[in-house]
């Protein structure tokens, strides 16, 4: 009876001792959460990981510790909140939803959650540049949490490399449009995916470094097989600088949460030493760097379903009698300036997938280009509406309220050379610059 009484104490014992780690974690966890006053506080040392400590510009290392308040998340929160979770990633029951639905339509609800919202936020970001249909298979390269045995994903999730509005995927796709003699548009698009209800600094530098690492010719972080074939095509674009007639690549990055961004000043002041760092190769005519946080993510999901659709004064057109399969059509002229926020996005970059029906792609400054642009720079360029074609839009919404005109669903079928001068020349444009239209709802 004694021996069992033992045992019974023995098993009380390991009992209580195992409650009071377990407390004394969760307590170790929440004093990593309470920080002396903003004026004492002194930031810990930039961690020595591989590939993990990156001291910007502005003298500010990348380190774990910020400020508390804000849309600022530590390691420590993380940690109690992964604790507290037991083990389960915090996301919004919104993302939650939408990262579902997204999952089914393209075929990878059996992937991780992890490796799930790697495409997410790949897809919803390259999507604000790309109106092409593409695989996020060919964009994704992050490793899920999971290291790679020949080389990690240098905290980079996603990549995207966009020539002439088409998605590259291998050295001898661009080799294709190098060898057509045209001239190289370039695009590169990073992502960074992270299931996190805030933005961690540290995390935000290591994106950055692990970008500007992608450019170096002998790179110091150890890469995957995805990384090392996007960084070949890079290399081979560089070796075409002589086709980038209109500038130098542009680069983008966007660092994805689940949290909300909240302009916290020492993460925007991290952004911008990114920007800073990628502006000073010399290697890009524009960088920006983007944090996306619950919301926006969610406005981005939601603009993919959506087909694009404008809203725009047309007083000067004339009704086309019925004919047959046209619902509703009109003759008529714009202000080029007006016409050119018709195939323009919130970027105010070019939509490209305005013109998938038309007969011919935009042809670059060719002869017939050339004058067209000559004419807008001569003093009767009031004369344009009289010399030029015109543009085709077919739509499959027209909805005329007076001289307002909404249209949603749209192509332009006819006119992707005018389209694409003027709006490359949008600097020349007067209001008494005219382009004659045809809009046919279908």
């Known amino acids: 009876m004694a021996k069992k009484s033992g045992s019974y104490l023995l098993l009380a014992q390991e009992a209580t001792r195992r409650k009071l780690a377990k407390s004394c974690v969760v307590l170790v966890l929440f004093m990593g959460l309470v920080q002396p006053p903003k004026s004492s506080y002194?930031?810990?040392?930039?961690?020595?990981?591989?590939?993990?400590?990156?001291?910007?510009?502005?003298g500010a290392g990348c380190h774990d510790g910020d400020y508390p308040g804000g849309s600022t998340m530590t390691s420590q929160e993380t940690s109690l909140r992964l604790y507290l979770s037991g083990g389960r990633t915090i996301m919004d029951r919104i993302t939650e939803s939408l990262l579902t639905e997204f999952s089914a339509e393209h075929g990878i609800?059996?992937?991780?959650?992890?490796?799930?919202?790697?495409?997410?936020?790949?897809?919803?970001?390259?999507?604000k540049h790309q109106s092409e249909h593409f695989d996020t298979e060919d964009i994704v390269c992050g490793d899920g949490g999971e290291r790679d045995a020949k080389g990690g994903d240098t905290g980079i999730?996603?990549?995207?490399?966009?020539?002439?509005?088409?998605?590259?995927?291998?050295?001898?796709?661009?080799?294709e449009y190098a060898s057509k003699g045209n001239n190289l548009e370039v695009l590169f698009i990073f992502i960074q995916a992270e299931r996190t209800s805030g933005f961690d600094a540290?995390?935000?530098?290591?994106?950055?470094?692990?970008?500007?690492?992608?450019?170096?010719?002998?790179?110091?972080?150890?890469?995957?097989?995805?990384?090392?074939?996007?960084?070949?095509?890079?290399?081979?674009?560089?070796?075409?600088?002589a086709k980038f007639n209109r500038g130098n690549p542009a680069c983008r990055l966007y660092y994805v949460t689940t949290g909300k961004w909240t302009d916290d000043q020492l993460l925007t002041t991290r952004l911008r030493a990114v920007e800073?760092?990628?502006?000073?190769?010399?290697?890009?005519?524009?960088?920006?760097?983007?944090?996306?946080?619950?919301?926006?993510?969610?406005?981005?999901?939601?603009?993919?379903?959506?087909?694009?659709?404008?809203?725009?004064?047309?007083?000067?057109?004339?009704?086309?009698?019925?004919?047959?399969?046209?619902?509703?059509a009109f003759l008529g002229f714009l202000p080029a300036i007006d016409f050119t926020k018709l195939i323009e996005d919130d970027n105010g970059d070019i939509i490209r997938g305005l013109f998938y029906d038309n007969v011919r792609d935009w042809q670059e400054y060719n002869e017939v280009n050339t004058e067209i642009r000559e004419?807008?720079?001569?003093?009767?360029?009031?004369?344009?509406?009289?010399?030029?074609?015109?543009?085709?839009?077919?739509?499959?919404?027209?909805?005329?309220?007076?001289?307002?005109?909404?249209?949603?669903?749209?192509?332009?079928?006819?006119g992707c050379q005018t389209s694409h001068v003027l709006f490359d020349n949008k600097n020349l444009l007067t209001e008494r610059v005219m382009v004659p239209v045809r809009l046919i709802g279908t």
């Open 157 to 175: 999730d996603g990549i995207a490399i966009i020539v002439n509005g088409s998605l590259i995927t291998d050295v001898e796709s661009l080799e």
């Open 276 to 328: 800073s760092d990628l502006t000073a190769t010399g290697l890009f005519s524009d960088v920006s760097y983007t944090a996306i946080g619950a919301d926006g993510l969610h406005q981005l999901y939601r603009q993919t379903k959506n087909a694009v659709s404008k809203t725009f004064n047309f007083p000067n057109r004339t009704v086309v009698p019925e004919v047959p399969g046209v619902s509703q």
């Open 42 to 58: 002194l930031p810990p040392a930039p961690r020595s990981d591989e590939g993990k400590n990156m001291l910007d510009s502005s």
């Open 109 to 127: 609800a059996n992937l991780t959650e992890a490796k799930r919202f790697e495409h997410f936020a790949s897809f919803v970001t390259v999507k």
């Open 375 to 414: 004419t807008l720079k001569c003093p009767a360029k009031d004369m344009f509406v009289l010399m030029n074609n015109g543009i085709t839009i077919i739509s499959r919404t027209i909805q005329p309220t007076g001289n307002r005109f909404y249209i949603s669903d749209y192509q332009i079928v006819n």
């Open 202 to 241: 540290s995390k935000i530098g290591n994106f950055g470094f692990g970008v500007v690492d992608f450019f170096r010719e002998t790179p110091s972080l150890k890469r995957s097989d995805q990384v090392s074939a996007a960084a070949e095509i890079a290399t081979s674009i560089y070796g075409l600088a």
